[in-house]
């Protein structure tokens, strides 16, 4: 048996090996935008104007867009009981988690000239900041306090709560909202959580208190499969989502007319505590009936829609349909910009398909996960209909211009939903947009690749660059030909060029600059947040460099307990650098004995591995440790070397195993540059979490 003392000397970083949180904070640092006030003119000192062709763009979307159909603003004011007087919520930690007076600007009756018409018109939708009645004394709505709304059913002894928020602050301050105005002074007497996206649970702690799960005072009901997919769709690249976050969700902009202007599906995301309470009761079946403290309500799984765990839920005897994020007042991603599994949109459409032959015929009332509800049955038919035909058109037309030949780098050109449907609002690309989402469509059925064989093996950018340049004539030749384009109006064909231009020469100053001003007016073009976003924080990065600061994060040492062993043992194979493996070899045998689990993980081929239910007969370590201890470990709370030191992990066998593994381990850089010549000039970055998940995305959506 190797001692404590052998077990310090040979292994004095294995704790970097097992610490998987590093820093965990219990709240979220606030987005860069948030609490920032809107500004007079442009928020970045080399912004630009709208030019004359983005206006022109502007002013035709005003003259096609079906502007005199009001009914969303109608609906969207409908049961208004009170509106919530602080525009700011605090988080316990002291900063602001939630500051809705960001958006004060888009009160103002401007049409502003650098946002899209259409996207005002959403931003300005999502300006419902209160109490509202969805179901006279039955169903209740607090909106506009997150990404998300909450809602609130009432039940036999108390009020179930659909989806808490993406923070406990939030949460909480929506349920004291509520309790003040409408609550009765009723307990919650259950949670459902719709699906496995953070911002419809991570607020849990806000409104219930653990202690009544664990006792079966308090039921949480989920889908099938929601733990595993709630761990696991943002753990394995993460840290490629955190980044790609500051393009989706403009972490970076301002919000203000030339900035941010809200997220589409909500205003944006909470900077909160995130917390995770595991369900007690998982929706197995496809269609299951349950009674919730006297409620009687359906259940449907609709499996790899929005989320690859989903549930929506009809409650009959209030005809009363909740139709998840499955449905929302909007066109939503098939391939999320921060990275996702590619969504099934002929699926999604046919579980839609399925709510409304099963329950839309009957429903009075659908209120959803994000947005506004919809009243009577004619008018929650139409919404369904056009829903179930969003998606399914888009998969079936896409996949009709595949099998004619065209290809992923095409598609988004010649593609373009019906005009019937384009001209109904809850239609329209305010989250997915019919560009990107086509393109996602041909990703996953044929992958990425065009089938064009010089594309097959392509150089990275940074090498075919010089090529370009050289052949172009050069940086002088290539940055007047920029400037003509842009000019012009030629944005998309100046980006093109220009982007070779960067890469060839990260240094070219000139270059970025320009780069950003096509960036910008591309932005203030966009219909869709996602994309608008991108471009305009492409041209702050260009502008500035990468912001100093922690990334935006949405998890907490809730999410990393609640990750399996397997999990965490195949992120240890992705931290790892196999570069720094060459030539290793060995075998060992973790067991947590509390859970009665046991894994065999080995190192060959420069490739960690690991099998859960086997050990080997003659391993070159055995590391035993209950499994919540383990997660100690894992949340960033005590090192390795102290659970060992202490007696409760032990070792036995080659405990300098532990250490070489550990030597090989990679803590991500939350900040890598994504743009040429943009990175980060303030030193090292701090530990990064490679286990936070991001925000439906954003958090995940």
């Known amino acids: 048996?190797?001692?404590?003392r052998d077990f310090m000397k040979a292994v004095p970083s294995a704790g970097a090996l097992f610490a998987v949180a590093g820093h965990v904070a219990l709240e979220d640092a606030p987005a860069?935008?948030?609490?920032?006030?809107p500004l007079e003119g442009h928020f970045h000192p080399k912004g630009k104007a709208?030019?004359?062709?983005?206006?022109?763009?502007?002013?035709?979307?005003?003259?096609t867009l079906p502007f005199a159909d009001t009914r969303d603003f109608d609906e969207q004011a409908k049961g208004l009981i009170a509106e919530m007087p602080q525009k700011q919520i605090m988080a316990d930690a002291g900063h602001v988690a939630w500051d809705m007076a960001r958006f004060d600007f888009l009160n103002e009756d401007t049409e502003w000239d650098s946002i899209h018409p259409s996207l005002l018109r959403q931003s300005r939708l999502n300006q419902d900041y209160g109490l509202y009645e969805v179901l006279e004394g039955k169903i209740y709505q607090v909106r506009g306090f997150d990404l998300s709304q909450i809602s609130f059913v009432r039940g036999k002894t108390g009020w179930i709560c659909f989806d808490p928020l993406i923070s406990a602050e939030t949460a909480r301050a929506a349920w004291e909202f509520f309790q003040e105005h409408r609550g009765e002074g009723l307990p919650i007497s259950a949670v459902i959580y719709s699906h496995s996206h953070t911002d419809h649970w991570g607020g849990v702690r806000g409104v219930i208190d653990e202690a009544d799960v664990t006792s079966g005072k308090i039921e949480i009901i989920a889908p099938r499969d929601f733990m595993e997919h709630t761990i696991s769709e943002n753990v394995y690249a993460g840290n490629a989502m955190n980044r790609r976050l500051f393009y989706q969700y403009g972490v970076l902009l301002q919000a203000g007319p030339h900035g941010y202007v809200g997220q589409g599906l909500g205003q944006g995301t909470s900077a909160g505590n995130v917390g995770l309470i595991a369900p007690s009761k998982i929706v197995e079946g496809d269609i299951e009936y349950l009674d919730l403290d006297g409620v009687r309500m359906v259940f449907q799984n609709t499996p790899g829609t929005e989320a690859p765990s989903e549930m929506n839920t009809y409650i009959p005897e209030m005809k009363a349909l909740w139709m998840a994020e499955n449905i929302s007042s909007t066109l939503h991603n098939i391939y999320t910009l921060r990275g996702a599994p590619v969504r099934d949109a002929l699926r999604w459409s046919k579980y839609i398909a399925e709510a409304l032959y099963l329950f839309g015929t009957e429903a009075e009332v659908m209120f959803t996960a994000h947005h506004w509800p919809r009243w009577g049955n004619m008018r929650i038919q139409e919404v369904m209909r056009a829903q179930r035909d969003l998606y399914a058109h888009m998969n079936n037309q896409v996949l009709h211009f595949a099998n004619q030949g065209v290809t992923i780098n095409q598609i988004h050109e010649i593609y373009e939903l019906p005009k019937s449907i384009q001209q109904q609002w809850h239609c329209r690309g305010y989250h997915g947009s019919p560009e990107h989402n086509s393109r996602g469509v041909i990703n996953r059925y044929l992958g990425y690749w065009d089938c064009n064989p010089a594309t097959l093996i392509p150089h990275a950018p940074s090498d075919s660059a010089p090529l370009y340049v050289e052949m172009m004539g050069g940086a002088e030749k290539i940055l007047v030909k920029g400037r003509e384009l842009h000019d012009a109006g030629e944005y998309r064909l100046a980006s093109?060029?220009?982007d070779k231009l960067i890469h060839a020469e990260p240094g070219n100053q000139a270059a970025k600059e320009l780069l950003a001003d096509v960036y910008e007016q591309l932005g203030y073009q966009q219909e869709n947040p996602g994309l608008r976003n991108s471009f305009l924080n492409g041209a702050y990065e260009l502008r500035s460099g990468i912001a100093e600061g922690q990334s935006p994060k949405s998890s907490g040492p809730d999410v990393i307990r609640a990750m399996s062993t397997e999990l965490f043992?195949?992120?240890?194979?992705?931290?790892?650098d196999s570069r720094k493996a060459e030539g290793m070899r060995f075998t060992i045998n973790l067991i947590t004995p509390d859970n009665g689990e046991k894994f065999v993980v080995e190192m060959e081929n420069a490739t960690l591995t690991n099998l859960e239910g086997f050990l080997a007969d003659q391993p070159d370590l055995t590391l035993v440790i209950n499994r919540a201890d383990l997660e100690r470990t894992m949340t960033g709370e005590i090192t390795l070397e102290e659970q060992i030191a202490s007696g409760v992990a032990t070792v036995e066998g080659d405990v300098g195993i532990l250490g070489a593994l550990a030597a090989t381990m990679v803590d991500f850089d939350p900040l890598f540059e994504v743009l040429p010549g943009t990175g980060a000039t303030a030193g090292p970055v701090s530990h990064a979490d490679p286990y936070e998940a991001v925000p439906g995305a954003p958090i995940a959506e």
């Open 569 to 576: 043992l195949n992120f240890l194979g992705i931290r790892m």
């Open 1 to 4: 048996m190797t001692t404590r």
């Open 32 to 37: 860069r935008a948030q609490g920032a006030a």
């Open 496 to 498: 093109e060029i220009l």
């Open 50 to 63: 709208p030019s004359e062709h983005t206006l022109r763009v502007l002013a035709e979307a005003r003259k």
